[in-house]
Each structure stands twice: as structure tokens, then as C-alpha cells.
């Protein structure tokens, strides 16, 4: 039975568009055909099974956008129902027999009485007209116009979440769509609202228009006294109104319901029940004050007192059920905490590791605070947002704790557990820096700048400005941090690069490059020699953005070789004009050369392990080719320290010198583009004796 109730409504679902364009014909068709009274009973049961299970609907669903059809769903009924008024009245007018279900209310429902059916029916019109439609109307304007005006302010605050990796580009695209439809919802429901108002209006017309017409019918062409034409025509009228107003006010509550709705995890019913009947104390007061009501002269005793019972016991069961609750609710936990406490004691957590956190002082929190004013955290989206576009990293979420066992002003940077940096602030102080221009000093307390090393000091709010006349560069504790923590990002961003990492970088390329991911990875590459590519690039501050040219470049040279080193240098080479473009100063790169001897001697020292490139230079060698670098960036002022070699000993002097000049920018001739200008203003010369 069940499985042939599901197989007729899937064959209903694929020609639901067809069955809906049919049904609004017939309604059109309605409104100039006549219909016989067999045929209008069945509409006109329809109708009102049709509104009262859309109420049904409206007071089950969570959210609005469950039924989002409502507007449509709202102009079909009204058009049917005003299709039935039309209907209604014309056979009315033509035979005076307009069926059953318009007679049973005419007669049975009103007792018979035309006076007392139409004041019920202005009552209903009234209450639908004034009360209902009305609230409706103004509830769906403003609605309307509170989700617009909201609508930047969602957008931006999806923006945010995804830049700071709370979500997904996926749940980032879902959300947007939700809005954009809560939108459209809300503009279509402020003008659907107009649609009921309009059929109240219509439904007191349309009465008027059947009493004066059956009037002039019954004593104009069928000759009828008017008494007799006013009792029959009265009744049917007032009749053919409530059949057609109690649907009516069914959709408009429906709508009124829909609208006024939030967001919510449970349907109405089950809202306004525990919403309304869960503070015992409030109803315990409510049966005290209505007992009151019973002894006061003239009022009914037992009326008031049975509800002040009921109140009182609701009050009583459910004060029971909390404590109940409460109790239960506490066995649990111990026997939850026992439990535990049997259980072998888990040390996994333990052994995470955060990928980067910042350690900060307890008097530094109010710049983490955002009750306090504080922006860090806005700071921080903004870094990993900056890394992902100059270096095309996806720097992890960065975890701030506070550590009581640091100085009250001290911060720590740890990647991986390990620290990288640290340094003090001064709240409600600012950092001034020489940059060269100081044509007066200022008064302050002597300090080291910590992201650069650079001396500085720390002044106060009336000494900031007179800093700033004196040419001093002045910053916020802020600004100070965020920096530091941007060039340590910068520095170990080769460390922070994990295989998981370029897993998602690889999927990130799939979606639109998917031919050179499915060809290098995993059949020529894997993912974690991948990772010792880009790892390489990072380590000497090339970004990895432009991935589908670093992918078709290690797909050409991976059959070549899988040597991550030599990989690299091919990238980087791919990677020229980019490289070049990083060290331009006024369209020029200025370099500094190797002497020929120093290039011999580098080259005959480079050793091919299974670790990669390494070097075997003599100590004293070693010594003299740093003391001759020093001495030839300190001679001939670069605008970024360069050093231009041949492309057989560039990874060897890069590994040479990074721990003893880690600055130094190694160049090939290989990686200059060919529409780059290079100046050459001096040479590494060779001076070493023996």
C-alpha cells in the first residue's frame, strides 16, 4: 500500500507544472462558464479544505523559506476563490439554487436568520479586514524592508567567516543563496499581502452586489413579495459570503502565521508550549490572581475557580517534572563522571599540536577583547587574507591563549608548539621609528622595534603628535603586533605548508585545471614531493599562487627528474618573470655578481646526497666568501640585496648563506625575464690566500 501511494505521487511530481498551468486555466475558465451546483459543492469544499490545510502547513514548518511558494501559492487561492464568488453568484441570481454547502450555511450555520448571518458575516469581514489583513500588511512591509537593509550586512559577515576559515567556499555559497532568497521571500510577501486585503474588500462588494441584485431578481422578474425575496436572497447572499469568507480567513491567518514567523528549531505548536508553559512561577501567580477574580461580589465563583485549578495544577506538574529533570539530569553526570573515571585515561588530545598560536600577557587581552574595543581577531582575518593573496598560502587558524606565566606586556609566537618570536607592548602607547626623516627628538622610552629589529620608542598620547611633526613613523600596539606576526608568518611559511594543506590546494586547482592535476599527481609526483617544491619556493618568499603554471611545470620535468631540489630550480625558472618583477626598483633590477673564481669554487664543492643538494667548502673558504658578500652589499647600496649566479650554483649558494645572511636573494640568469633591465654595480671579488 505504501510503495503504491509513493509510486503515485512520483508519477504526479513529473507532470506537477503541467497540472498546475491546467488548474489556473479551469479558474479563469470559472469565471465565464457556468458551473452546476453539483460541480461549484465540490469547489467550494475544496476551498476550504485547501485553506485550512495550508494553515496546517504554516503552523508545522520551522522557517518561511519551507513553503517560499506561498506568494504564488496566495495570488492561486484568492483567484480561486473570487472564481467561486463569481460563480456563486450567478447562479444565485440566474436560479437561486446555488447548492448545497451555500444553503447549509445560509440556513443551518445561521440558524435561519438573515439578520443574525449578516452580522456574523461583517463580523468576520471586519476581523479579517481590520485585525488580520491589516497586521499582515504592515508585519510583511517591514519585514521586507528590515531583510534588504540587512541583506550588506549578512553578505559582509559571510565575507568574514570565510576569510577567516569558520566556513567553507561551499557553505560560504549556500548562505548567500539563503539570503538572496529570504530577500526575494520577504519582497514578494509585502506585495502578496495586498492580495488578501483586496479579497475582503471583493467578498463585502460582491455580497452587496447578490443582495441588490436578488432583490431586483426575485420582486422585478419572478414576481416575489419582498419579504419573501429578502429572507431568500438575504440567506443565500450572507450564505455564498461565509463560504467564501471563513476560507478566506483561514488563508489570511495562514498568512499572518508565515509572516511573523522567525527562525526557529521547532513548529509553532511546540514553540508556544514550552515558550508559554514553562515558567511554573508565572503560572502559579496567573492561578493566585485568578482565584481573586472568583471571590470578588457579582463575578461567577466556579468558572474562575476550575481555571484557577487548572492553572494551579499546570503550575504544580510542571515545577515536578523540572525537579524531576534536575535529578535525573544529575545521576547521569555521575554516572557519566564514574564512567570516565573507570575508562583508561586518553592522552590523544594531549599530543596536538596547534599549527601557530599566538601567547599573550594578561594585560594585553583588551586587544583580543572585542567587548573592550579590541580588533586583533578583525587583524588577524585580514593576515591570512593578505598571505592567501601575495604568497598563496592558507595560513591555519591561528589560536590566541592567554598565559599567566608571560610578563603582563609580553607575547609569544609558537608554530608548532615551538617559539618563533615574541616581544612587549606598551598599552596606550605608541611606536615611534626613525626612518630617516626625525628632524627633532622626542622624549620617550628607549625600545626594540620586533619585527625588524629596529630602534624605537614608546611615547604617549600627548607626545604622539609632536612625534609624528618630528618625522617619526608612529604606530599602535596593534598595528606593531599584527606586523610582527605577518613577518613571522612570511618567514616560516614553508613550515606551515603541510601535506593536508597542499591536498586542498591541489583540490582547489582540480575544480578548473583538473588535466595537469589528474596527470602529475599521484602518477608522477606525489603529494608530499609536491609539498618539498612549494616548500622550497616558500622558503625563499616566491609565492605559490599561480599553481597551474608551478603543476605544468613540474608535469613536463617530473619524468626527467624527481629530485625536489632540481624541480624547483625548472619552477622558479617557469616562475621568471614573476620573480623578476619581485625585486624591480624603478623598472631596473640592480644586482651584485660572483666572481668567476667564486663560482668554480662553489660548483666544484656541490655534492648530489639522497638529501638533496648540499655544499663541502673549506671552512676558511667558507668564511671569506661571507666576509666578501658583507663587504660588497655594504659597498654598493641595493634596493634589495641580490646577487645574480649562474644557474649551477644558485640552490648551493642559497644553502650556503642562509643561515649566515638569511636576507640574501639568490637570482640565476635563467630566472631574469628577458625585458628586464639588470644593472650589475659591483662583484663578490675573489681574496682568499692558499
Request: charged content about 20%; hydrophobic content about 45%.
Amino acid at each position: 500500500m505504501a510503495r503504491s501511494s509513493m509510486s503515485m505521487l512520483q508519477n504526479l511530481a513529473k507532470f506537477s507544472d503541467l497540472y498546475v498551468v491546467l488548474a489556473v486555466v479551469l479558474i479563469i475558465v470559472m469565471m465565464v462558464l457556468p458551473l452546476p451546483t453539483f460541480l461549484l459543492d465540490i469547489f467550494l469544499a475544496t476551498n476550504i479544505s485547501l485553506s485550512l490545510l495550508i494553515l496546517l502547513i504554516t503552523m508545522n514548518i520551522y522557517e518561511p523559506l519551507e513553503i517560499s511558494v506561498f506568494p504564488s501559492l496566495l495570488l492561486i487561492t484568492t483567484l480561486f476563490r473570487l472564481s467561486l464568488n463569481v460563480s456563486s453568484t450567478r447562479l444565485i441570481l440566474l436560479t437561486g439554487d446555488p447548492g448545497k454547502i451555500i444553503k447549509a450555511f445560509g440556513s443551518f450555520v445561521v440558524g435561519g436568520n438573515y439578520v443574525v448571518g449578516f452580522v456574523i458575516f461583517l463580523i468576520l469581514v471586519v476581523v479579517q479586514f481590520m485585525v488580520i489583513t491589516k497586521g499582515s500588511e504592515r508585519v510583511a512591509e517591514v519585514a521586507a524592508r528590515f531583510t534588504l537593509d540587512a541583506l550588506p550586512g549578512k553578505q559582509m559577515s559571510i565575507d568574514a567567516d570565510l576569510n577567516s576559515g569558520l566556513i567553507t567556499e561551499s557553505e560560504a555559497r549556500n548562505r548567500r543563496i539563503q539570503i538572496a532568497r529570504e530577500a526575494d521571500f520577504y519582497g514578494a510577501m509585502d506585495g502578496a499581502s495586498k492580495f488578501v486585503k483586496g479579497d475582503a474588500i471583493a467578498g463585502i462588494i460582491i455580497t452587496i452586489i447578490n443582495l441588490l441584485g436578488g432583490f431586483a431578481i426575485g420582486m422585478g422578474q419572478k414576481g416575489m413579495a419582498f419579504s419573501d425575496a429578502i429572507n431568500r436572497y438575504t440567506l443565500l447572499s450572507v450564505g455564498d459570503g461565509l463560504v467564501s469568507q471563513i476560507p478566506a480567513l483561514l488563508i489570511s491567518t495562514a498568512t499572518g502565521i508565515i509572516i511573523t514567523r522567525a527562525a526557529s528549531e521547532n513548529n509553532l505548536g511546540t514553540d508556544l508550549t514550552t515558550q508559554l508553559f514553562s515558567h511554573y512561577r508565572v503560572l502559579a501567580t496567573a492561578s493566585a490572581v485568578i482565584a481573586l477574580f472568583g471571590m470578588v461580589p457579582g463575578l461567577p465563583t466556579i468558572p474562575f475557580f476550575v481555571l484557577a485549578l487548572f492553572t494551579g495544577s499546570l503550575a504544580f506538574g510542571i515545577w515536578r517534572s523540572k525537579k524531576n529533570a534536575e535529578v535525573q539530569d544529575s545521576e547521569v553526570y555521575e554516572q557519566q563522571q564514574l564512567e570516565e573515571a573507570r575508562k583508561p585515561e586518553s592522552l590523544i588530545s594531549l599530543l596536538q599540536v596547534d599549527q601557530i598560536e599566538l601567547e599573550i600577557g594578561y594585560s594585553l587581552i583588551p586587544l583580543v577583547d572585542e567587548g573592550q574595543g579590541g580588533d586583533m581577531l578583525d587583524r588577524i582575518s585580514m593576515i591570512r587574507r593578505q598571505c592567501a593573496i601575495e604568497l598563496g598560502l592558507l595560513v591555519p587558524v591561528i589560536r590566541i591563549r592567554d598565559n599567566l606565566q608571560l610578563n603582563p606586556d609580553e607575547y609569544v609566537v609558537k608554530i608548532k608548539g615551538i617559539q618563533v618570536g615574541s616581544g612587549e607592548l606598551m598599552i596606550n602607547h605608541y611606536l615611534a621609528m626613525d626612518a630617516g626623516g626625525v628632524t627633532e627628538t622626542v622624549a620617550g622610552i628607549p625600545t626594540i622595534e620586533p619585527a625588524f629589529g629596529l630602534s624605537a620608542l614608546w611615547v604617549d598620547e600627548q607626545t604622539r603628535e609632536k612625534a609624528e611633526f618630528a618625522g617619526y613613523t608612529v604606530v599602535d600596539a596593534p598595528a606593531i603586533l599584527a606586523t610582527h606576526l605577518t613577518e613571522i608568518i612570511r618567514g616560516h611559511s614553508h613550515e606551515l605548508l603541510g601535506r593536508q594543506e597542499v591536498q586542498t590546494l591541489l583540490d582547489g586547482a582540480r575544480e578548473d585545471y583538473s588535466a595537469v592535476v589528474e596527470e602529475l599527481v599521484p602518477d608522477l609526483l606525489t603529494v608530499g614531493e609536491v609539498q618539498k617544491v612549494l616548500q622550497n619556493l616558500l622558503r625563499e618568499g616566491v609565492p605559490i599562487r599561480n599553481m597551474v603554471t608551478i603543476l605544468e611545470t613540474l608535469a613536463d620535468t617530473a619524468p626527467l627528474t624527481r629530485d625536489p631540489d632540481y624541480l624547483t630550480e625548472y619552477v622558479r625558472e617557469a616562475l621568471s618573470r614573476q620573480i623578476s618583477q619581485m625585486h624591480l626598483d624603478k623598472d631596473v633590477l640592480t644586482v651584485i655578481t660572483l666572481s668567476a673564481e667564486w663560482e668554480e669554487a662553489i660548483n666544484e664543492g656541490i655534492e648530489h646526497t639522497e638529501r638533496g643538494i648540499s655544499v663541502a667548502l673549506d671552512p676558511r673558504l667558507l668564511q671569506s666568501l661571507y666576509g666578501e658578500l658583507g663587504r660588497a652589499l655594504e659597498e654598493n647600496l641595493l634596493p634589495y640585496p641580490v646577487v645574480l649566479v649562474s644557474p649551477q650554483i644558485r640552490m648551493a649558494l642559497k644553502r650556503l648563506t642562509e643561515r649566515a645572511i638569511p636576507r640574501l636573494i639568490v637570482l640565476s640568469y635563467n630566472e631574469i625575464s628577458p625585458d628586464i633591465q639588470v644593472k650589475a654595480v659591483g662583484t663578490v671579488s675573489w681574496n682568499h690566500a692558499g
